[in-house]
């Protein structure tokens, strides 16, 4: 399966409030959801690597919520739906924001060469993670939690004031699910992220 079909498969099997066709639509079809790499020089730096990234996530969110230890002691209960919703659109605002381009480095033997890259330019300055609320509300509602998680799963890895970000992870957990998702596919599944896995859109039973 392409990544766009295992995308596209998870979407349409847990998400399905109103305006969800609407969105789904948007990312493959008029933006550049599935052709933009999820950074510029670090994690998943490669056409392709948001989509694949945004899947990373879902699945070690899913994962995550789904330990006994979550469910029995934290008493952490989420829908696939909202699940899915937080994991697999939490950096829709990347889109539109990277274009190719080059940079010099040195090599092993001492020459400077060209090599390609990504620049970072945000045509639509409206923050991170709220700029992705921003975008998701404009096609289908969010319940509030799923809002406070995508909001806030940089975690305290973002630039606000730590005890901002400690107030939104102890009242919205799903947050603190999220973000800790978000940094295990970046740190654990995608630390040699310049190049895509052999089969980035091959469908998984895990990670």
Known sequence: MTVQDTFTALYTEHIHRAGSDALLDYLVNKSDFLTAP???RYHNA??????????????????????????ELYGLDYTPESIAIAGLLHDVCKIGCYRPGTRNVKGPDGKWRSVPTFEYNDTLPYGHGEKSVYIITGFMRLSREEAFAIRWHMGFSGPEDSRTVGQAL????????????????????ERDGSQPPKEAGAEEDGD
Request: charged share 15%; hydrophobic share 50%; with cysteine.
């Open 38 to 40: 999820a950074s510029a």
């Open 46 to 71: 490669y056409e392709g690597g948001l989509a694949v990234h945004s899947m990373n996530v879902y699945r070690c969110l899913a994962d995550y919520l789904a330990r006994p230890r979550v469910t």
């Open 170 to 189: 102890r009242q919205y957990p799903l947050a603190f699910a999220l973000a800790t998702a978000d940094m295990e596919a970046s740190f654990f599944l």
